[in-house]
């Protein structure tokens, strides 16, 4: 049976609040992403009190909910905790790492490392607003009466609530070319995940009076290059089986609708056959299953309210992406739309029965790609990861291509087209800047952002790798401890000393030679 949504919730509200209570630490860590939770055990291995505040009850985010299949651009740049990680990972299949993992797994490496912070972890708790005073957070409070006060604050989430709380400058969505001097930011229409040849749009084919399908924008405010709103597109990274013994078959979801895939029905009765492409093989006989072609598991323009909306809103774009996901598996299984070949081989996968149980199999965390982008004193662009502009002040380094998935689906010149796709690597190592995780001079003096770091839309797209969160995650951790001993602001910190801890706890802040010639989109 499909999971209901209080089994399977991006928000779970409290019946009612409950009595208030207080709890101090030094460090308060907002997310229990894998970069939250980097954050937490560096704090705690400084000697530093932590708290985590985490909206799931699950530790780890995408890390451990179906992003099986690492993606790092060049392994040589990850160290310190991220590279502990993949190396427990390993200790677990028999080898020195892993970098192909399954969910559980990965979810057991967190939990053990959040019991070794010793840090109470505060789930199912959201965020209801912070109090400031002179340019700092003092306290965060909770819907549920919980007040955390703390020296430090650090913005793990995926979405970035506690910076905007805080009244920390952020921007949201694609900037225009011109605004960094980039060449992929804004409007795109490229060739990966695209509609190769020409598919009807409308509801009544050759009909236009009839209306456009469902998630098909008219864009009449379509220029290449043009800023906008937009983020790229969300989905779950599934992990399936097809070994018979741990397979719970697909199920049609409550709400089913069958509008919602005749794009890709008419798409595939022109012969498209790339569905199993991105099945990518992790241990255990199981996939990270990830989006591939023009109409996948990428619920194309349903997400951009998320970054700004409330959490009742959040709650119901997140049940939209889990009917539409999971109706697409019930789809492609049982529409008679779909050619026999496909279908007898979709209906030996389902999801494994060892994996979220508390969800039969299916992911608890929706993959939020971006969301609310700090704005720093320093912005990580296109130019920085092409290595036409140095960075001076690093606390990681990023590697993967950059990557944005398709950010809506439009009409243009009478054919359609998938819109925001991007795909570029082949260039080295760079650096991503101290000052690109910390609020600009003159805000918030005790806040890092380690997630939703400053950085440009297309930008972000090479840094939003798990392994570069963790590692800035524990780059923020040490950041916020050495404020803490320096009683100074984060903007304070001297860069000489950061650094110096940074190479001692196993860093990677410069890759040359051979070892940075390795960087892709894998």
Not at 15 to 22: A, I, N, P, T, V
Not at 170 to 189: D, H, I, K, P
Not at 292 to 306: E, K, L, M, R
Request: charged share 20%; hydrophobic share 40%.
């Amino acid at each position: 049976m499909s999971p209901t949504p209080n089994q399977l919730a991006h928000y779970a509200p409290h019946g009612r609040m409950h009595s208030k209570r207080d709890l101090s630490v030094d460090i308060c860590v907002f997310g229990a992403t894998s970069g939250g939770v980097a954050a937490a055990l560096q704090a705690a291995r400084l000697g530093r009190s932590v708290a985590v505040v985490e909206s799931s009850a699950h530790a780890g985010g995408i890390s451990a909910s179906g992003l099986g299949w690492t993606d790092f651009g060049n392994q040589a740049t990850i160290g310190g905790i991220a590279r502990e990680f993949y190396r427990a990972a390993g200790r677990h299949y028999g080898r020195d790492e892993a970098w192909q993992l399954e969910p559980r797994v990965a979810e057991q490496i967190f939990d053990r490392w959040i019991s070794e912070t010793g840090a109470p972890v505060h789930y199912r708790e959201y965020l209801a607003g912070v109090r400031m005073d002179g340019g700092r957070i003092v306290s965060l409070h909770l819907e549920s009466g919980l007040t955390i006060r703390a020296g430090m604050f650090i913005d793990a989430s995926y979405e970035g609530d506690l910076l905007a709380a805080a009244g920390v400058s952020f921007t949201v969505g694609r900037e225009g070319n011109a605004q960094y001097g980039e060449t992929l930011n804004g409007m795109q229409v490229h060739d990966k995940h695209q509609f190769a040849y020409p598919v009807d749009p409308y509801r009544r084919p050759g009909v236009p009076a009839s209306g456009l399908l469902p998630g098909i924008d008219p864009a009449k405010d379509y220029i290449p290059g043009a800023g906008d709103g937009r983020i790229q597109a969300y989905n779950f990274r599934m992990c399936l089986t097809d070994v018979p013994d741990n397979r719970r078959p697909f199920a049609r979801p409550p709400g089913y609708d069958r509008d919602a895939y005749e794009l890709l029905a008419r798409y595939l009765k022109g012969g498209w056959d790339e569905i199993f492409a991105k099945f990518d093989r992790i241990p255990g006989g199981k996939t990270d299953t990830n989006n591939h072609g023009p109409v996948s598991t990428d619920f194309i323009g349903a997400n951009h309210a998320w970054p700004t909306a409330g959490h009742a809103e959040r709650e119901r774009i997140f049940q939209a992406h889990v009917t539409y996901q999971q109706g697409l598996q019930w789809f492609l299984c049982h529409d008679p739309a779909v050619p026999a070949s496909i279908r007898e081989r979709y209906l030996l996968w389902g999801t494994p029965k060892d994996e979220f149980v508390g969800t039969d199999g299916w992911p608890h965390a929706l993959y939020v790609r971006e969301s609310r982008r700090l704005l720093g004193d320093a912005v990580v662009t296109e130019n920085h990861c092409r290595g036409t502009l140095a960075c001076d002040d690093p606390v990681a380094l990023g590697a993967y291509g950059m990557d944005s998935h398709n950010c809506r689906r439009i009409l243009l010149d009478g054919r359609l087209w998938n819109e925001g796709d991007v795909q570029a690597a082949g260039f080295p190592p760079y650096g991503i800047s101290y000052r690109a995780i910390i609020p600009r001079r003159g805000e918030c003096g005790n806040l890092l952002v380690p997630v939703c770091v400053s950085a440009s839309h297309i930008a972000f797209g090479s840094i939003r790798m798990e392994p570069v969160f963790m590692m800035l995650g524990q780059a923020a951790a040490t950041t916020a401890s050495l404020a803490l001993d320096g009683r100074s602001s984060v903007q304070e910190v001297d860069y000489s000393g950061l650094r110096e801890q940074l190479l001692t706890q196993g860093h990677v802040l410069a890759v040359t030679g051979e070892a940075a010639r390795n960087n892709a989109i894998v």
